[in-house]
């Protein structure tokens, strides 16, 4: 089987995906094999027999392709957001499901010929006006002016970067990463509340655009950084003094909900970027955040979102217009897909 050079990282790859370890993918086999024997395969040790091959490709739910296909990229540089209790298992296998669809997502950009070519400029940043002075920039650059984003999928789309939503995986929040140096890739909890799940997308951008110092500042001080690029990104600091009552030194929640509406951007990070901007004081803010965690009614109260749910769908689109103009067959949009034929043909008509 000379197709299979690349077999053993596609094996441990897809094992990881399923989150199991050797001992769970030999349970799963049949016939059933050693962890000897996997551990060879993973290590290339071992070429799989046809039998072998099918019994992995049923135990692990992928097609007999997935483990022919040659590697085409790494991802590198990969940066989590995320709660402490995600495991560094569930970190391997978020990775893998998310490569999983960005290989598929990238050969279908490349049958239609619709990758984005456009250049990333990077930005210097070594503090937290530095990182709303790239917001400024970016935002400049990519025609915003002040006003709202109604689609930051879209938007992030539109310039080249691939958005990739996971389903279902408790504490994940998003990730970034650079394929091959060449893609940008997004990677967000499908299902997060709306204003959240645009912080994080700019947030992710932040950490693929903004150059930090790692040497002098801790992992907090990055997130922290990245956070003021989003906010900045998602409602300048200019537009949010204009929405103000500049007669006020107060605000309540009836000041700000107005703006959450109209920008898409939580409480939360308003509360956080009028304590930045030293619009309220630190002391203020900090009363906030203790009523609100003290009150839980308070909390489900400013906690409310109110804004659009946001999706990706260009892989579908994309896939649709390969079948369309007759690039793909069926078989292969559910092969891009993960889904069978049937689905295919409801979805698309044919």
Request: one cysteine or more; glycine letters at 4%; proline letters at 4%.
């Given at each position: 089987?000379?197709?299979?050079?690349?077999?053993?990282?596609?094996l441990k790859n897809a094992r990881l995906m399923k989150g199991w370890s050797m001992d769970e993918l030999c349970s799963h086999?049949?016939?059933?094999?050693?962890?000897?024997?996997?551990?060879?395969?993973?290590?290339?040790?071992?070429?799989?027999?046809?039998?072998?091959?099918?019994?992995?490709?049923?135990?692990?739910?992928?097609?007999?392709?997935?483990?022919?296909?040659?590697?085409?990229?790494?991802?590198?540089?990969?940066?989590?957001?995320?709660?402490?209790?995600?495991?560094?298992?569930?970190?391997?296998?978020?990775?893998?499901?998310?490569?999983?669809?960005?290989?598929?997502?990238?050969?279908?950009?490349?049958?239609?010929?619709?990758?984005?070519?456009?250049?990333?400029?990077?930005?210097?940043?070594?503090?937290?006006?530095?990182?709303?002075?790239?917001?400024?920039?970016?935002?400049?650059?990519?025609?915003?002016?002040?006003?709202?984003?109604?689609?930051?999928?879209?938007?992030?789309?539109?310039?080249?970067?691939?958005?990739i939503e996971l389903d279902a995986i408790p504490d994940f929040d998003g990730l970034s990463a650079w394929i091959n140096e060449?893609?940008?890739?997004?990677?967000?909890?499908?299902?997060?509340?709306?204003?959240?799940?645009?912080?994080?997308?700019?947030?992710?951008?932040?950490?693929?655009?903004?150059?930090?110092?790692?040497?002098?500042?801790?992992?907090?001080?990055?997130?922290?950084?990245?956070?003021?690029?989003?906010?900045?990104?998602?409602?300048?600091?200019?537009?949010?003094?204009?929405?103000?009552?500049?007669?006020?030194?107060?605000?309540?929640?009836?000041?700000?909900?107005?703006?959450?509406?109209?920008?898409?951007?939580?409480?939360?990070?308003?509360?956080?970027?009028?304590?930045?901007?030293?619009?309220?004081?630190?002391?203020?803010?900090?009363?906030?955040?203790?009523?609100?965690?003290?009150?839980?009614?308070?909390?489900?109260?400013?906690?409310?979102?109110?804004?659009?749910?946001?999706?990706?769908?260009?892989?579908?689109?994309?896939?649709?217009?390969?079948?369309?103009?007759?690039?793909?067959?069926?078989?292969?949009?559910?092969?891009?897909?993960?889904?069978?034929?049937?689905?295919?043909?409801?979805?698309?008509?044919?």
């Amino acid at each position: 089987m000379d197709s299979l050079t690349d077999f053993p990282v596609r094996l441990k790859n897809a094992r990881l995906m399923k989150g199991w370890s050797m001992d769970e993918l030999c349970s799963h086999m049949v016939p059933p094999v050693t962890k000897m024997t996997i551990s060879r395969f993973e290590k290339g040790e071992l070429k799989p027999s046809p039998t072998h091959l099918n019994a992995l490709a049923d135990a692990l739910d992928l097609p007999c392709g997935y483990f022919l296909r040659p590697l085409k990229f790494q991802m590198e540089t990969v940066r989590f957001r995320k709660k402490e209790r995600v495991s560094g298992k569930m970190e391997k296998r978020i990775e893998q499901v998310a490569s999983d669809l960005i290989e598929r997502y990238i050969e279908v950009e490349e049958i239609c010929g619709a990758r984005c070519e456009e250049k990333f400029r990077r930005y210097d940043v070594a503090n937290f006006e530095d990182a709303r002075n790239a917001a400024r920039s970016l935002r400049i650059e990519w025609n915003l002016k002040d006003g709202c984003i109604g689609n930051v999928i879209e938007l992030l789309e539109k310039h080249g970067v691939i958005v990739i939503e996971l389903d279902a995986i408790p504490d994940f929040d998003g990730l970034s990463a650079w394929i091959n140096e060449t893609y940008p890739v997004i990677v967000l909890a499908k299902n997060d509340y709306p204003e959240r799940k645009r912080l994080t997308s700019f947030h992710e951008l932040g950490h693929l655009l903004l150059n930090t110092d790692t040497s002098a500042m801790t992992q907090k001080e990055i997130e922290n950084i990245c956070n003021s690029f989003a906010s900045e990104m998602l409602l300048p600091e200019s537009t949010l003094r204009k929405n103000l009552d500049s007669g006020k030194k107060d605000y309540t929640f009836y000041d700000i909900r107005p703006i959450q509406k109209e920008f898409g951007i939580s409480f939360d990070a308003i509360m956080h970027k009028l304590k930045e901007c030293g619009i309220i004081s630190e002391k203020r803010y900090a009363g906030y955040r203790i009523h609100k965690n003290q009150k839980p009614s308070y909390k489900a109260f400013v906690e409310q979102s109110c804004w659009h749910e946001e999706h990706s769908d260009r892989l579908f689109r994309l896939i649709g217009a390969a079948l369309e103009k007759g690039l793909i067959t069926i078989s292969k949009a559910a092969s891009l897909l993960g889904k069978n034929i049937d689905f295919v043909a409801r979805e698309f008509a044919f």
